[in-house]
């Protein structure tokens, strides 16, 4: 039976049960959203068409007060007489040991599942314009010398290609700053490049990769995810040590090449 869902205001589907539940794990469809399938009098958030279905077998379901899924009445865990799945139990039970609320909205869950590497995308996007920046400095440091020695037509082609590239970096740095989709092909075609720059490039770059093609890559870049990040404004982020680091690396670069830049003129 086909299922239709909304997203953003937009009504999408149809889509298969496999296919449905599929996007449940991943957490685009998640407890609060609006769902349709025949048999449904109106649309309604996912957590509670269990018991809106009136085909066989669906009358005994009920919906994870965690991740929303739908899972048989006989198989869930009860708690407080809430029901959650078997997958989210340890979660629950950890949470009472630790003394945390287990009452959360689906919004909140995913942002803090993701929001560590959200930080670390976002903080390669300074990455990134600090690379510009370094790009920048050094095609006019060329230039000066350039003009003042009269070099010829393949230093200034050395100069406009930097100067593109830098212009690239930065926009692609804003991108990445703003979780913007088209950041992340960008991005990963620069940072393809840039494993060519063995060993400080290849490591930097490996691990660029990484963020932006991991799952948690994808889906920060997502859509849906936008929609998260604005119901959980409260929801704050650490930078990682890691890319601190790369900060700390690219910042030396930068004033390596700009000290260059100014006794190159001397």
């Known amino acids: 039976m086909n299922w239709y869902y909304a997203i953003n205001g937009e009504n999408r589907g149809p889509v298969g049960d496999d296919e449905f539940q599929r996007l449940v794990q991943q957490g685009v469809i998640t407890g609060e959203t609006l769902v349709w399938r025949e048999g449904m009098a109106n649309w309604a958030p996912y957590r509670g068409t269990a018991s809106n279905l009136p085909a066989a077998g669906l009358q005994d379901s009920v919906a994870c007060a965690m991740c929303g899924r739908g899972i048989s009445r006989s198989d869930a865990f009860v708690l407080s007489g809430v029901s959650y799945c078997v997958a989210c139990k340890p979660q629950i039970i950890q949470r009472l040991k630790e003394g945390v609320p287990i009452a959360s909205s689906d919004a909140e869950e995913m942002r803090k599942l993701h929001v560590s590497h959200e930080a670390s995308v976002k903080s390669v996007g300074i990455l990134y314009y600090l690379g510009g920046a370094a790009m920048l400095f050094g095609g006019l440091g060329m230039t ?72 948690k890559g994808a889906t920060v870049f997502s859509p849906e995810y936008q929609e ?39």
């Open 144 to 215: 000066a010398s350039s003009l003042s020695s009269s070099k010829g037509p393949e230093s200034i082609a050395v100069v406009v290609v930097l100067f593109v590239l830098a212009g690239a970096y930065i926009w692609v740095g804003y991108g990445l700053r703003r979780l913007r989709r088209w950041a992340r092909i960008t991005t990963g075609i620069l940072a393809g490049i840039g494993l060519l720059g063995f060993p400080l490039g290849t490591i930097i770059n490996a691990y660029i990769l990484y963020l932006i093609c991991s799952k």
């Open 228 to 266: 998260v990040i604005r119901q959980t404004p409260h929801i704050k982020y650490k930078t990682s040590i890691v890319v601190w680091i790369l900060l700390g690396i690219v910042l030396l670069v930068i004033v390596a090449i700009v000290t260059a830049a100014i006794f190159s003129k001397h």
